[in-house]
């Protein structure tokens, strides 16, 4: 693999740092790093591979002809302002919120899923929601021959979902609580300590959260397949990582559970943890700190013939952002189309 020069914007928050232990982890070749934020953590210095990296705020200059990669990973504000400013200077940009991700001429990639969209990008590639990733995931197996016709999901998130503040939130949150004062951190919609918040960012008119429906209308862009009725409920629960979702989905035919098993297990990047009677079923500190999808209680979905339910958990910070943007890295210099 060639040696990218690589800018990081977010460098400094929470899946910034996990995206550079990834890069180390996985020996992805590095030429030159640079590290940005905003003006509260420039000039704090992080270390990458024996080299004594300082974090500098971003500005429009700060993109240059010689960042072949910039990993955009602070806000969607930050990435609707430099995404357009790095692709013109000719850099493959990819994207980590959800600015671009609904955008026509932007691709929306899990590499194990639909990895042939790199070929068509126009300078910025855009990552899924942490919660979509691994739903999609989960179903395309199925769905490869048997179309999805509709999906009802249910998840339980963790407050590393919502950035580094939101942990150290959880964390002050819950030291109060336990000595019976409510300190509500302001970084969940609810004081989240000991709670479960049914709302992640904002409604719209029809009473879905934004989340909710960047469920729905990513995973239908990822699977291009329009017509998937989608229902999400997104809730906040207080887990530090590991976000965990309850899916019931219909196909076209009916699924067989044992057969749906067997095709889930050979979803590459899944790991299946399903066993009833050795009680054996993945929980998110399970998923914490790893990179597989793991998928447990697969099962008939009783209420409807045919369906199928199964629960599944994910590292929304590694899977679910830094370890799916490092494998679009590997797989997009593998398609050969990250210098234009
Ligand atoms: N956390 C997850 O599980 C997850 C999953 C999928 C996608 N994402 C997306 O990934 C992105 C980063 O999330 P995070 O969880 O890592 O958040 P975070 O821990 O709060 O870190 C955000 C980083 O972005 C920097 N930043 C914020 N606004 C900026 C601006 N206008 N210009 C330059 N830098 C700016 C911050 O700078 P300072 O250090 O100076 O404050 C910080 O370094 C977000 O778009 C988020 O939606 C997160």
Same mark, same amino acid.
């Given at each position: 693999?060639?040696?990218?020069?690589?800018?990081?914007?977010? *460098?400094? *928050?929470?899946?910034?740092?996990? +995206?550079?232990?990834?890069?180390?982890? &996985? /020996?992805?070749?590095?030429?030159?790093?640079?590290?940005?934020?905003?003006?509260?953590?420039?000039?704090?210095?992080?270390?990458?591979?024996?080299?004594?990296?300082? $974090?500098?705020?971003? %500005?429009?200059?700060?993109?240059?002809?010689?960042?072949? #990669?910039?990993?955009?990973?602070?806000?969607?504000?930050?990435?609707?302002?430099?995404?357009?400013?790095?692709?013109?200077?000719?850099?493959?940009?990819?994207?980590?919120?959800?600015?671009? &991700?609904?955008?026509?001429? =932007?691709?929306?990639?899990?590499?194990?899923?639909?990895?042939?969209?790199?070929?068509?990008?126009?300078?910025?590639?855009?990552?899924?929601?942490?919660?979509?990733?691994?739903? =999609?995931?989960?179903?395309?197996?199925?769905?490869?021959?048997?179309?999805?016709? &509709?999906?009802?999901?249910?998840?339980?998130?963790?407050?590393?979902?919502?950035?580094?503040?939101?942990? !150290?939130?959880?964390?002050?949150?819950?030291?109060?609580?336990?000595?019976?004062?409510?300190?509500?951190?302001?970084?969940?919609?609810?004081?989240?300590? +000991?709670?479960?918040?049914?709302?992640?960012?904002? +409604?719209?008119?029809?009473?879905?959260?934004?989340?909710?429906?960047?469920?729905?209308?990513?995973?239908?862009? #990822?699977?291009?397949?329009?017509?998937?009725?989608?229902?999400?409920?997104?809730? &906040? $629960?207080?887990?530090?990582?590991?976000?965990?979702?309850?899916?019931?989905?219909?196909?076209?035919?009916?699924?067989?559970?044992?057969?749906?098993?067997?095709? $889930?297990?050979?979803? /590459?990047?899944?790991?299946?943890? !399903?066993?009833?009677?050795?009680?054996?079923?993945?929980?998110?500190?399970?998923?914490? *700190?790893? !990179?597989?999808?793991?998928?447990?209680?697969?099962?008939?979905?009783?209420?409807?013939?045919?369906?199928? %339910? +199964?629960?599944?958990?994910?590292?929304?910070?590694?899977?679910?952002?830094?370890?799916?943007?490092?494998?679009? #890295?590997?797989?997009?210099?593998?398609?050969?189309?990250?210098?234009?």
């Amino acid at each position: 693999m060639d040696a990218y020069n690589i800018t990081v914007v977010g *460098g400094a *928050g929470i899946v910034g740092r996990e +995206f550079l232990k990834i890069i180390d982890e &996985r /020996q992805i070749p590095v030429g030159r790093l640079r590290l940005l934020a905003t003006a509260r953590s420039a000039g704090k210095t992080v270390e990458f591979r024996g080299e004594t990296i300082t $974090i500098e705020e971003t %500005t429009p200059e700060s993109f240059r002809e010689d960042d072949d #990669i910039v990993f955009l990973s602070a806000s969607g504000s930050a990435s609707r302002e430099y995404a357009p400013i790095a692709r013109d200077k000719g850099c493959f940009v990819i994207d980590d919120s959800s600015a671009f &991700r609904m955008d026509p001429e =932007v691709p929306l990639v899990i590499p194990e899923v639909n990895p042939e969209d790199l070929d068509w990008h126009k300078g910025i590639v855009s990552q899924p929601n942490c919660t979509t990733t691994p739903m =999609v995931m989960a179903l395309a197996p199925i769905h490869r021959d048997n179309p999805l016709k &509709r999906i009802v999901v249910s998840t339980y998130q963790a407050v590393a979902g919502a950035g580094a503040a939101a942990v !150290d939130g959880l964390e002050s949150e819950t030291r109060a609580a336990l000595e019976g004062r409510h300190e509500n951190s302001g970084t969940q919609k609810r004081e989240i300590a +000991f709670n479960a918040v049914p709302q992640i960012d904002v +409604f719209d008119e029809g009473g879905y959260t934004k989340e909710e429906l960047k469920m729905a209308n990513e995973t239908r862009k #990822i699977l291009h397949s329009q017509d998937i009725g989608i229902s999400a409920t997104c809730v &906040r $629960i207080p887990t530090f990582f590991g976000h965990s979702m309850a899916v019931w989905a219909e196909f076209a035919n009916p699924v067989d559970p044992a057969e749906a098993r067997k095709l $889930i297990g050979t979803q /590459q990047g899944i790991r299946v943890v !399903d066993d009833p009677a050795s009680e054996q079923y993945p929980t998110p500190m399970d998923a914490a *700190g790893n !990179d597989e999808v793991l998928v447990g209680r697969i099962r008939t979905d009783a209420s409807t013939p045919g369906g199928l %339910t +199964f629960w599944c958990v994910t590292d929304s910070i590694r899977k679910g952002a830094a370890t799916n943007v490092v494998q679009v #890295i590997e797989e997009a210099d593998r398609r050969g189309v990250i210098r234009r």
